[in-house]
């Protein structure tokens, strides 16, 4: 299967880079300010077997840790990061955000017990600290402040999406850093799309997905034959809307993880039993 060929790989504001095997997305407008290093893995070039292989980066699966430290070298190698001062989250879908301090470096980087607790959304203002959150579906949010030079990084499946993590940790950068979101610019990496997100029982789909439709014109749920599909993209994309962040300094990348088992682990598909990409988001000196 050749994924080279297909066109939407080369949506105009990310880029499929190459490095040897290694092969991550990166987002030029983020690139372009000069002010952080960004990048969304993808699972090809890492040393796991097979269901993690082979770029798996979370110790929170049943792969062998000495793979994963092993794949975190190798793509934080290809960012020109020290894989030991990556800092991770324990990754739990609710909407509990970390602002880092400068000791929080490399938390997590060998093995999970010790990464942030209980957090899905990670936020900084200090230079050279690696961000790295886990996904295999959920949603990977990107947030830049070039103004204060502040960074977010979002972890937001169904539940966090529902809490509104993203809206949240907006307010929180406001707080915290004095951040005036209409300087901000943000990206949206690949994440499952609506195609492939289809819940069967309408009794268990929460309020928020039916309610925006009250709000906004455009639903962000759609009803069909074999139940409701909720649109985690678009959701969050409003999400930033809502927050102040102007449309056109917010870059999505529509590629469905479920739909491309040669690029990417997709929790859904592969029924949970799968590795996980890695958001990668730092702030240069
Ligand atoms: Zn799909």
């Not at 699966?61 to 030991?84: F, M, P, S, W």
């Not at 990977?140 to 999406?161: E, N, Q, W």
């Not at 649109?231 to 102040?244: E, M, P, T, V």
Request: aromatic share 8%.
């Amino acid at each position: 299967m050749s994924y080279i060929e297909n066109s939407a790989l080369f949506l105009p504001k990310f880029e499929l880079k190459e490095l040897g095997p290694v092969k991550y997305f990166n987002c030029r407008e983020l690139d372009n300010t000069n002010l952080v290093v960004n990048a969304f893995s993808t699972r090809l070039g890492g040393v796991s077997k097979s269901p993690f292989n082979s770029l798996n980066l979370s110790y929170n699966v049943d792969d062998e840790e000495n793979c994963v430290a092993e794949n975190r070298k190798i793509i934080l190698d290809a960012l020109n990061i020290d894989y030991r001062t990556a800092v991770t989250a324990q990754q739990v879908h609710k909407d509990k955000i970390t602002v880092l301090k400068e000791e929080d470096k490399g938390k997590g980087a060998f093995t999970d017990s010790d990464a942030i607790k209980e957090s899905d959304a990670l936020i900084t203002n200090i230079p050279e600290i690696p961000l790295l959150m886990c996904y295999a579906d959920c949603v990977p949010i990107f947030i830049l402040d070039p103004v204060k030079k502040a960074i977010a990084l979002i972890h937001s499946g169904r539940k966090g999406t529902e809490l509104e993590l993203t809206l949240k940790t907006l307010f929180k950068m406001k707080k915290i850093f004095k951040t005036n979101p209409r300087s901000c610019v943000a990206a949206i990496f690949p994440s499952i799309g609506p195609c492939c997100y289809n819940i069967k029982e309408e009794n268990k789909i929460d309020d928020y997905w039916l309610n925006e439709i009250k709000y906004n014109g455009e639903p962000l749920s759609s009803q069909n034959k074999s139940g409701r599909s909720l649109d985690l993209r678009k959701a969050n994309y409003r999400q930033l809307i809502k927050g102040g962040i102007e449309g056109k300094n917010i870059f999505v990348n529509e590629l469905c993880t479920a739909d491309h088992p040669e690029l990417f682990f997709s929790y859904r598909r592969d029924k949970g039993n799968t590795g996980r990409m890695a958001a990668i988001f730092m702030l240069r000196k």
